[in-house]
């Protein structure tokens, strides 16, 4: 199975902005959706955002709506997440994932493919 691979994290400070990437190397993953979700340490996995591959319907979590913009470029299989004005609390590592099969695209245990994150740390 072919994983998908995150970059892009960093460390940034408060107000700053960054952008993740999420790609597939060199192979077609077929997906209905794929999801951005973050871990801080400590605490459970949340869900970030999400994207439908065949509408492009995006969803967001309450804590990154009009901050944060999931995209994808289904020809290049990429997917991306610009998130602006970033806070200490956006602090995580940053996963994403993908669904082979229809689900919720805002249900993290719909996702089965998942990449092994990459880090983000805002500093105040």
């Known amino acids: 199975q072919v994983h998908p691979v995150e970059s892009g994290g960093g460390l940034v400070q408060a107000g700053d902005s960054l952008r993740l990437s999420c790609a597939a190397s060199g192979r077609t993953f077929p997906s209905y959706a794929m999801t951005w979700s973050r871990q801080a340490p400590g605490k459970e996995r949340e869900f970030v955002a999400a994207i439908r591959r065949s509408s492009g319907s995006t969803y967001y979590a309450d804590s990154v709506k009009g901050r944060f913009t999931i995209s994808r470029d289904n020809a290049k299989n990429t997917m991306y997440l610009q998130m602006n004005s970033l806070n200490p609390g956006d602090t995580a590592v940053y996963y994403c994932?993908?669904?082979?099969?229809?689900?919720?695209?805002?249900?993290?245990?719909?996702?089965?493919?998942w990449g092994q994150g990459t880090q983000v740390t805002v500093s105040s």
């Open positions: 994932a993908t669904q082979s099969r229809t689900g919720s695209a805002s249900d993290l245990t719909s996702y089965d493919n």
